[in-house]
């Protein structure tokens, strides 16, 4: 079984903080994606990176795919209480069907 | 911005009930999935679809799951007799093709299972 074990399960931490959660698998991915998921709702996906190394920003969100392309981060900087919620990586393992292996979820919390 | 619906947003069925979930996928995506995710708990590949044919399914989707898309519009995710333990939140996903750009879900439908 494939697994994407992600780190930290749960942060909270102050407004205007700086935070990186971390994705890690010992399988390698055709391309990784990172999701945001609220309570009862659907992931929404935020990126997807696909190249060994790449970097992606949003807003105050940088992506980055590991070189071997087994693992994953994700930075925020300046965390805002909008930034609050369940942070999901997920990876391809076959380019074919692009289906999706999920991690284990890191809830963050961003106190006002 | 287009989007994956599902319908209904909550079904209660007594065990060993058929259900069925609805997905209307985005018009243009040809790639379709189901995933489930059991509360609390990781959200969990069920299977895939293209070209009126599953494509993958996980050790999941067993003889009592089935998929269908009856018409160009609609793709459902049938459960033939429900237990306990189906429920859970069902999420149908679609993507155009050429990549997993666009890789789009919708909002789930929780599935209670008394």
């Known amino acids: 079984t494939q697994l994407l074990e992600q780190s930290p399960q749960f942060l909270s931490i102050q407004e205007g903080e700086n935070l990186t959660v971390y994705c890690n698998s010992s399988s390698v991915f055709s391309s990784l994606q990172w999701y945001r998921q609220e309570p009862g709702e659907g992931p929404v996906l935020l990126v997807t990176?696909?190249?060994?190394?790449e970097v992606k920003k949003l807003k105050r969100l940088t992506f980055q795919f590991g070189d071997a392309r087994k693992d994953s981060s994700l930075h925020i900087t300046a965390a805002q209480p909008g930034d609050t919620g369940l942070y999901l990586c997920?990876?391809?393992?076959?380019?074919?069907?692009?289906?999706?292996?999920f991690g284990t979820g890191t809830r963050l919390k961003v106190l006002a | 911005e287009p989007e994956v619906t599902q319908t209904p947003s909550h079904q209660v069925t007594q065990m060993g009930q058929e259900v069925i979930l609805r997905c209307v996928p985005i018009s243009n995506h040809l790639y379709f999935y189901w995933y489930r995710q059991i509360l609390g708990q990781k959200v969990e590949f069920l299977v895939s679809?293209?070209?009126?044919?599953?494509?993958?399914k996980s050790e999941i989707f067993d003889d009592q799951f089935s998929v269908e898309r009856p018409d160009g519009s609609n793709f459902t995710l049938k459960i033939r007799s429900t237990k306990l333990e189906d429920s859970a939140m069902y999420f149908c996903?679609?993507?155009?093709?050429?990549?997993?750009?666009?890789?789009?879900f919708g909002s789930g439908t929780r599935l209670t299972v008394v």
């Open positions: 997920a990876g391809a393992l076959s380019s074919g069907t692009y289906k999706y292996i």
């Open positions: 996903a679609s993507r155009r093709g050429g990549g997993v750009n666009g890789y789009t």
């Open positions: 990176v696909v190249t060994g190394g």
């Open positions: 679809f293209y070209n009126n044919e599953i494509s993958e």
